[in-house]
C-alpha cells in the first residue's frame, strides 16, 4: 500500500550512454532493473513506493535512441524520441498526421516535452486498484479488485477481459497500428521486429505486463512504412478532463478512397480492452465500402460485437461505436 | 527456497497467494534425480535377478493373449493421460515464461480431466474390479520380501503379483489423492474465470480460503509433475515396456502372465472375453 508519497526509495541508478550498454546492464540485473525512458509512469510509482526496484537504467543519454530519421521506406523513430519532436516533425506532420495528432493529445505540453513515443507505448495501465499497490492479479495476487460488484471500473475493460480488466492507456499505440508500425525490440538473442498490434499482449497471454517486452529487452525504434502515408486519417480521444487526462476511448484510422469507395483501411481504438484493439473486422467491412453514412453506421455496429461491459461502463459501448462511425465518416485526406 | 508467496491486502493484512514456483523447479528436478537414481541403481548395482522359470504345462493352460485392459479403461487411461500432460505444460509453461493464451486451454483440460474421473469412477465402481486396487497385509509383507531380495538379501520367496503389482496400485492411490485435489480446487477456481459453464463468482469463497485453495492446487499441481515423470519413465523402460503396450493392445502375452502374476489371485481371461474385469 502506499504510505509515504514523494520519497522515493533508494535504487542504483545506471545512466547507459548507448544501447550495448544499456543491454549489458539489463542482463546482468535481471529481474532487478527498472527502464527509465522520460520517467512519467515510472516516476508514478517510485515515488507511490508501490514499485521498488534495486536497479534503474536511464535510458535518457543514449542518443542513438532519440530522432527521427527518413528511411527508404517511410521513418524510423527512436524509441526515446519526445512527444513534442514526434508531434512538430515536417514528415509526420505532413504524411503521417495521424501519429502527430495522437501524440499531440498526449497530456499536456510540459508531459509532451518530457515523455517518449517509446514510454507512451510500453506504460502501464492506469487502473488504480493496481496502482495504489493492491495485490491484484496484475501486481502477482490472484484476484481482481476491479471487477467486483461495488468496485470502480468506469475507466476498464469491455473487451479482451481476462481475471484482470484494466486497460491500455496510450493514445499512440492506436495510431501506430493504424499506421502499420513495426517496433523494434532489442532482445538478449538480438534484434526482433514485430507489428505494432503484436508488441501489446492481453492477460490471457501474461497478466502481468502489457507488451512482449520481457526483462532486459529494450524498445529501440518505431519504423513506421509509407504504405499508408498521406492517407485519409482520423483519431479522435474521449477523456474527462480536455485539457489533460488519459483516454476514457480513442480511435485511429487510415483510409485509402478512390472515387467514393474505400479501397483498403486500417483502424483500432484503445482504452477498452487490455491492449489497443486492431478492428480487422471493421477494415474488412470497408474495403469495397462506399465512404458514407450507412457504411459508418454499418461498422459502427460491428466495432462492438462482442463488448461485454461491466457494472459501470456500458457507457463506452456506444462511444467505441460513435467513435468508429465518425473516424470512417470523417477521414480526410 | 520460497515455499509459498504472500500478499498484502487492501487492509494491511498478509494474504496467502499461491505456492512459489520454486516448488515447481524442486519437483521437476526431484523427478528427474529419481530418474538417473533409479537407471543407475539399476544399470549398475542391482543384483541380477533371473526370471520365474516358465514352463510349457504352465503356458497350455493360460490364452495365448491375456486381457488386462477392456477399452473402456484404455480410452479412459489416455484421455486423461492427454489432459493431464496439457494441463500441465499449460499450467507451468507460462510460470517460466512462456507467453501464450493458456487460461482456456487450461479449463477446458480441466473439464476434460473432470470427466473422465467422473467416467473412470462410475465405470470402475461397476463394471470393474474395484478390489484390484486394494492394499493388503500380505501385499505389504510381499513388498518387503521382493525388496530385501532386490537389494541381495536373503527373504522368503514373494507370492507373484495380482492384475496390478503393489507399485502399480501405490502409483493410482497417488494420482487419486493428488488428481482428486487438483480436480476439486480446480473446479473452485473456474468461479474465477469466465466460462460458458457457469456464472462467474470470485466470492464464493474468502481471500484467504481461496489462497488456500490455490496453494492446493499448486502443490497437487507439483506432485503432480514428479508422478507424471516417474510415471512416463517406467513406462518407457524397456523390462516394463510390456505392461505400457496393455495399455495401448488391451491384452499381455501368456509368458509375461505367468512369469509375473499370480492365477489365484487374477485369474486369466482370453482377450476378447466380455467377462473381463
Redesign the interface.
Known amino acids: 500500500m502506499a504510505v509515504i508519497r514523494d520519497m522515493m526509495t533508494t535504487f542504483e541508478l545506471f545512466q547507459p550512454a548507448n544501447v550495448e550498454d544499456a543491454a549489458a546492464l539489463l542482463r546482468e540485473h535481471e529481474g532487478r532493473a527498472w527502464v527509465l525512458a522520460g520517467g512519467l509512469d515510472s516516476f508514478d510509482w517510485f515515488k507511490d513506493r508501490i514499485k521498488r526496484p534495486a536497479v534503474v537504467v536511464d535510458l535518457g543519454g543514449i542518443e542513438s535512441l532519440k530522432g527521427i530519421e527518413s528511411t527508404a521506406d517511410g521513418l524510423e523513430i527512436g524509441a526515446m524520441t519526445p512527444l513534442t519532436d514526434v508531434v512538430r516533425h515536417p514528415d509526420i506532420a505532413e504524411n503521417y498526421g495521424l501519429l502527430a495528432e495522437a501524440a499531440e493529445l498526449v497530456a499536456s505540453p510540459q508531459i509532451r516535452n518530457q515523455g517518449t513515443l517509446g514510454g507512451n507505448v510500453s506504460q502501464d495501465t492506469r487502473c488504480w486498484y493496481y496502482r495504489d499497490g493492491w495485490i491484484c492479479y496484475r501486481a502477482g495476487g490472484n484476484i481482481c479488485y476491479a471487477d467486483t460488484p461495488t468496485s470502480m471500473n468506469r475507466e476498464h475493460a469491455i473487451f479482451g477481459a481476462d481475471r484482470c480488466v484494466a486497460v491500455n492507456p496510450s493514445d499512440t499505440a492506436p495510431a501506430l497500428i493504424a499506421l502499420d508500425a513495426k517496433m523494434v525490440v532489442q532482445t538478449t538473442g538480438g534484434e526482433r521486429v514485430v507489428d505494432a498490434e503484436d508488441y501489446f499482449i492481453g492477460p490471457s497471454t501474461d497478466i502481468m505486463r502489457m507488451t512482449i517486452l520481457r526483462p532486459g529487452d529494450l524498445l529501440t525504434s518505431i519504423r513506421i512504412p509509407s504504405t499508408w502515408a498521406g492517407a485519409r486519417f482520423y483519431f479522435e480521444k474521449v477523456r474527462d478532463r480536455q485539457v489533460w487526462d488519459f483516454p476514457l476511448v480513442n480511435v485511429a484510422s487510415a483510409i485509402r478512397v478512390s472515387g467514393g469507395t474505400i479501397e483498403d483501411a486500417r483502424v483500432a481504438v484503445n482504452g477498452v480492452a487490455p491492449y489497443p484493439m486492431r478492428l480487422t473486422a471493421v477494415e474488412d467491412a470497408l474495403r469495397g465500402a462506399t465512404q458514407d453514412e450507412a457504411t459508418a453506421e454499418r461498422v459502427g455496429e460491428l466495432a462492438i460485437r462482442g463488448a461485454r461491459p461491466l457494472r459501470q461502463n456500458a457507457y463506452k459501448i456506444p462511444l467505441m461505436r460513435n467513435l468508429v462511425k465518425r473516424s470512417v465518416r470523417v477521414a480526410e485526406a | 527456497m520460497n515455499f509459498l ?1 504472500w ?4 487492509y ?1 493484512q498478509e ?1 496467502l ?2 505456492i512459489s514456483w520454486d516448488l515447481l523447479y524442486l519437483a521437476s528436478v526431484s523427478g528427474i534425480l529419481f530418474v538417473i537414481g533409479h537407471a543407475v541403481w539399476l544399470s549398475f548395482l542391482a543384483p541380477s535377478v533371473s526370471a520365474a522359470e516358465v514352463d510349457d504345462a504352465q503356458l497350455a493352460n493360460v490364452p495365448e493373449k491375456v486381457a488386462r485392459h477392456s477399452l473402456a479403461s484404455r480410452a479412459f487411461h489416455w484421455i486423461m493421460a492427454v489432459a493431464m500432460l496439457v494441463l500441465l505444460f499449460t499450467g507451468f509453461l ?1 510460470a517460466i ?1 512462456v ?6 486451454m487450461h479449463w477446458i483440460a480441466g473439464v476434460v480431466l473432470t470427466l473422465s474421473i467422473i467416467y473412470h469412477i462410475i465405470h470402475a465402481s461397476f463394471w470393474l474390479d474395484l478390489w484390484s486396487m486394494w492394499i493388503g497385509p500380505q501385499d505389504v509383507t510381499d513388498a518387503v520380501r521382493r525388496f530385501k531380495r532386490s537389494l541381495g538379501q536373503d527373504a522368503p520367496a514373494p507370492r507373484k503379483h495380482a492384475k496390478y503389482p503393489l507399485e502399480n496400485r501405490l502409483y493410482h492411490h497417488a494420482i487419486v489423492v493428488t488428481g482428486g485435489l487438483v480436480t476439486i480446487t480446480g473446479l473452485l477456481m473456474m468461479y ?3 466460462t460458458p459453464l457457469w456464472t462467474r463468482d ?2 464464493i469463497l474468502a ?1 484467504q480460503t ?2 488456500m485453495v ?1 496453494v492446493v492446487h499448486g502443490l497437487s499441481a507439483v506432485s503432480l509433475v514428479t508422478l507424471v515423470i516417474a510415471h512416463i519413465y517406467f513406462g518407457l523402460r524397456p523390462e516394463k515396456r510390456w505392461i505400457t503396450w496393455s495399455m495401448i493392445r488391451g491384452w499381455i502375452d501368456r509368458r509375461h502372465y505367468v512369469e509375473h502374476h499370480d492365477p489365484e489371485q487374477w485369474a486369466a481371461r482370453s482377450e476378447g472375453d466380455s467377462g473381463q474385469r
Open positions: 508467496t500478499g498484502t491486502d487492501p494491511g494474504l497467494i499461491r507460462p515464461g507467453q501464450f493464451a493458456w487460461v482456456t474465477r474465470i469466465e470470485p466470492y481471500d481461496w489462497g490455490y
